[in-house]
């Protein structure tokens, strides 16, 4: 009888642990949504202190052209945008979404159609992304960014 | 003399506790390079058991081209019988690691032939390795060419 109830016991906790983590993991997954979202925003107004928050200083963004800049190269550009809007690449919202959650670590992945001016023709592509958030001190910022134009 | 023992104690663990996670992520980061070399090497032979080993169940896969595979499409891709990976090296490697997790860039080099045709790519590159079950894999892996 005792093992019965040991055994019981040892269950619903079990239960209510995995149901927690299940939780912990939605809560994360909808954090990073919107972090994207804000990422999205802020990127359209040119909100550079907001940018500054959402990325570590260390991020690694890596272009659609293969290039690579830093935080600050990237804020710069973003701030270089604003004076010639004209020249900004101009992300619209994006068309599948995806995020897997690994303890601090969360991957966000999907397609972003973009448009913008090049060489003074409009384009419009679609870019696949995969984003790396970390969570530093109770935030979650992004450590990595890269985007690789959908050719086909 | 303990109480003496003790403050140095005490005043040592301040500056011992950074430099210990400082040399445990430059050990780390030694590692994870090693580990991108070792897939290079995977691929080149095909070996999908090394391969195996190094990616997680739900890697995700950006190919050059924007296309995307999970863990068993891309070993596919790499067991194809038209595919011959001649040589694939890694450049300008840098590993940043964020306790359980890293985040590797580099530039990389590939030639080989495909259906009969000789190719040549180099590409900007994007790795995210996890630290699980006492073990390094990668969970995202992505590559952009390089358009100038």
Same mark, same amino acid.
């Given at each position: 009888? @005792?093992?019965a109830?040991v055994?019981?016991t040892?269950a619903?906790?079990?239960?209510?642990?995995?149901?927690g983590?299940?939780?912990?993991?939605?809560?994360t @997954?909808s @954090?990073?949504v919107?972090?994207?979202?804000?990422?999205?925003?802020?990127?359209?107004?040119?909100?550079?202190k907001?940018?500054?928050s959402?990325?570590?200083n260390?991020?690694?963004?890596?272009?659609d052209?293969?290039s690579?800049q830093?935080?600050a190269?990237f804020?710069?550009s973003?701030?270089?945008s604003l004076?010639?809007?004209?020249?900004?690449?101009?992300q619209v919202?994006?068309?599948?979404?995806?995020?897997?959650?690994?303890g601090t670590?969360?991957?966000?992945?999907?397609?972003?159609?973009v448009?913008?001016?090049e060489?003074?023709?409009?384009?419009?592509?679609r870019?696949?992304?995969?984003?790396?958030w970390?969570?530093k001190g109770g935030?979650?910022?992004?450590?990595g960014?890269?985007?690789t134009?959908?050719?086909? | 003399?303990?109480?003496?023992?003790? *403050?140095?104690?005490?005043?040592g663990m301040?500056?011992?506790?950074?430099a210990?996670?400082s040399?445990?992520?430059?050990a780390?980061?030694?590692k994870?390079l090693?580990?991108?070399?070792?897939?290079?090497q995977?691929?080149? =032979?095909?070996?999908?058991?090394?391969l195996?080993?190094?990616?997680?169940?739900t +890697?995700v896969?950006?190919?050059?081209?924007?296309? *995307?595979?999970?863990?068993?499409?891309?070993m596919?891709?790499?067991?194809?019988?038209? +595919?011959?990976?001649?040589?694939?090296v890694?450049?300008?490697?840098?590993?940043?690691?964020?306790g359980?997790?890293a *985040?590797?860039?580099g530039?990389?080099?590939?030639?080989?032939v495909?259906?009969?045709k000789?190719?040549?790519?180099?590409?900007?590159?994007?790795d995210?390795w996890?630290? =699980?079950n006492?073990?390094?894999?990668?969970v995202?892996s992505?590559?952009t +060419?390089?358009? =100038?």
């Amino acid at each position: 009888m @005792k093992l019965a109830v040991v055994l019981l016991t040892f269950a619903c906790a079990m239960a209510l642990s995995a149901s927690g983590q299940t939780d912990t993991e939605a809560a994360t @997954k909808s @954090k990073i949504v919107a972090l994207e979202q804000l990422w999205n925003q802020a990127y359209k107004s040119g909100d550079t202190k907001a940018l500054d928050s959402l990325l570590d200083n260390a991020i690694v963004l890596v272009n659609d052209d293969g290039s690579v800049q830093t935080k600050a190269e990237f804020l710069a550009s973003v701030k270089e945008s604003l004076a010639q809007p004209s020249s900004q690449q101009q992300q619209v919202e994006p068309e599948a979404f995806s995020v897997h959650v690994f303890g601090t670590t969360a991957i966000a992945t999907g397609v972003m159609k973009v448009k913008g001016v090049e060489a003074g023709k409009a384009y419009t592509r679609r870019e696949r992304f995969v984003d790396t958030w970390v969570n530093k001190g109770g935030n979650w910022v992004c450590v990595g960014t890269d985007a690789t134009p959908v050719l086909h | 003399m303990s109480i003496l023992l003790a *403050v140095v104690l005490l005043l040592g663990m301040p500056g011992t506790a950074p430099a210990q996670a400082s040399a445990r992520a430059d050990a780390e980061q030694t590692k994870i390079l090693a580990l991108e070399n070792a897939w290079n090497q995977a691929e080149e =032979h095909k070996d999908v058991k090394a391969l195996d080993a190094l990616l997680d169940a739900t +890697l995700v896969y950006v190919d050059y081209d924007g296309s *995307v595979m999970n863990k068993k499409q891309f070993m596919d891709s790499v067991k194809a019988p038209a +595919l011959h990976p001649e040589q694939i090296v890694n450049e300008s490697m840098t590993a940043q690691v964020y306790g359980d997790s890293a *985040v590797v860039a580099g530039v990389y080099h590939e030639k080989g032939v495909r259906n009969g045709k000789p190719y040549l790519r180099r590409g900007r590159f994007t790795d995210t390795w996890v630290f =699980h079950n006492s073990t390094w894999v990668c969970v995202a892996s992505q590559s952009t +060419l390089i358009a =100038h």
